[in-house]
């Protein structure tokens, strides 16, 4: 429609009748105003107007919306000027429904890629162990994420007689010490929630210091004071795109996957139904040695047995390390912790003569 030609030929019209705008405007019940715009194509009366319009001026609205009266010329196009108006709403509104879902798919994108940077790996999960010469612990576990953190030291280990009076966990930032907590043995074990920007133990800025050096101190009834410097390995984070989902695997064995399972160990170990878990028993150098592959975690342990002492090796797939301890009647008198994978010490001295063994009879044969 061309709202300039509309307002022209109703100007027209109304000249004909020797109207005012005024006049017209009385006719129907609208301001002066109204009907200028009109003439001028500011704007196009509505359905409402074009009746009344066609009733004044004796014509018809096809004629007022192509602004001439019909004749031989443009009989045709003012019979069908209704239609494409139509037609032509109808590809605005379509136009209009396209852009409103593209833009409403481009916000879904925009806000799909900001949750995606903000939250991807923004919970971050560590095993916490670590030695000194009179204790050790090795099964703290720490939990970060953007909101709070949670940190577990666990149970403090002995490899004396030493009574623990005081335990202080801190970090170093700046050259200075800040506390975690202190307390007592048993506070190692407790979960410490903190809260960011409220109530904190530590500000979230400071993650980066503790993942560098955690430190447990240990004060002895006799007032000797230990420190173990903290190892923080990352055992979990939410930065894979896609999940592996674990499946089914059989009656019995109805949680884990026996894909993970070495193939040396499914075809050469017994597996325990009840116990979820392949063991093998034997006896050599007068030892009695059993071994076992546990399924959560993906562990697996030898235990050497001659008289009172007895060997153990704990050996995690997940992160390829090897724990070894020594006991004399239940009593720690060695161990120590080595990284397979990166073939480095990782705590205390390491024995070579235990990891080539290990790596001879275990490693090398089962996950290699």
Known sequence: MNSEKIGKFIATLRKERNMTQEELAHKLLVDRTMVSKWER???????????????????????????ER?????NDE?????????NNFKKKVRKILICSFVSALLFLLLFLCYYFIVNYNSIRVYKVYGDSEKFYVNDGIMILSKEKSYIKIGRILKHSDNKIK?????????NEEHNIFIGGEDDTELLLVNEFDYDELFKYEDVKYILKGLFLEITTNTDDKYT????????FSNNNLITDKIKPIGEGENIY?????????KENYIYDKDKEEYYHKT????????????????????????????????YSDDDQFLNFYVFEKDNLISNFSYDLGEKKCISLECDSSIIEEFN????NKIFN
């Open 166 to 174: 005081d335990t202080r966990l801190y970090f170093i930032k700046d």
């Open 41 to 67: 194509g500011v704007y196009i009366p509505n359905a409402e107007f074009l009746l009344k319009l066609q009733e004044i001026f004796d014509v018809s609205i096809n004629e007022i919306l192509y602004g």
């Open 283 to 314: 006896t050599s150098g007068g030892y009695d040695i059993t071994e076992t592959y546990f399924f959560n975690p993906n562990v697996f342990v030898v235990i050497k047995y001659s008289n009172k002492l007895e060997q153990r090796f704990e």
């Open 257 to 265: 996957n026996k894909n993970l399972v070495p193939d040396y160990i």
């Open 78 to 86: 003012i019979d069908t000027i209704s239609i494409n108006i139509m």
């Open 360 to 363: 001879n009879n275990y490693f």
């Open 70 to 74: 019909k004749n031989l010329d443009n």
């Open 228 to 235: 173990i410097n903290l190892i923080i390995k990352k055992d």
